[in-house]
C-alpha cells in the first residue's frame, strides 16, 4: 500500500496558527501577508469557518488577508484604502492597535514617523 503525503506549505500554517488565535480570543484582528498563488486556499479556509475577511493587493505577488471580528474589518474597508507604506502616521498607529502589537512600540513608531513626516515638510 502506497500512501500520498501531502505537505502543508508553511504560509497557510501560519493561516492556521492565525485561525486558532481567532478562535481562542487572543485577537480580535489579523493581518495575513501571503503570495497571491495561495489566495484560493485561504479564502476557502476562512469561508469554510465562517470567518470575515478583507483582501487587499500588497505588490506584484502578495496579498494581504485582514480577517476577524466584522467591526474591526468595516474600519479596514474606510481606512486601508491604499498600500500600508502610504498610511499617514495616525492610520499605521491605529492599525498597530487593532492588530494588537506592542502599544508602547507602535507609540515609539508613530512619533519616529511624525517626527519624519515633520522633517520633510520643513526642507
Known amino acids: 500500500?502506497?500512501?500520498?503525503?501531502?505537505?502543508?506549505?508553511?504560509?497557510?500554517?501560519?493561516?492556521?496558527?492565525?485561525?486558532?488565535?481567532?478562535?481562542?480570543?487572543?485577537?480580535?484582528?489579523?493581518?495575513?501577508?501571503?503570495?497571491?498563488?495561495?489566495?484560493?486556499?485561504?479564502?476557502?479556509r476562512l469561508e469554510s469557518q465562517g470567518i470575515h475577511y478583507v483582501l487587499q493587493p500588497a505588490g506584484q505577488k502578495n496579498l494581504n488577508v485582514y480577517f476577524g471580528r466584522t467591526e474591526c474589518l468595516e474600519a479596514i474597508r474606510l481606512?486601508?484604502?491604499?498600500?500600508?507604506?502610504?498610511?499617514?502616521?495616525?492610520?499605521?498607529?491605529?492599525?498597530?492597535?487593532?492588530?494588537?502589537?506592542?502599544?508602547?512600540?507602535?507609540c515609539q513608531r508613530y512619533c519616529k514617523r511624525k517626527c519624519n513626516e515633520k522633517c520633510l515638510r520643513k526642507n
Do not use: W
Open 1 to 44: 500500500m502506497t500512501t500520498t503525503r501531502m505537505t502543508i506549505p508553511q504560509e497557510m500554517k501560519v493561516l492556521m496558527n492565525h485561525i486558532y488565535e481567532l478562535h481562542k480570543g487572543v485577537r480580535q484582528m489579523i493581518l495575513f501577508t501571503c503570495n497571491k498563488k495561495y489566495k484560493e486556499l485561504a479564502v476557502s
Open 79 to 106: 481606512f486601508v484604502t491604499r498600500p500600508l507604506n502610504e498610511l499617514t502616521p495616525e492610520e499605521d498607529f491605529i492599525l498597530g492597535a487593532m492588530l494588537g502589537y506592542d502599544i508602547c512600540a507602535q
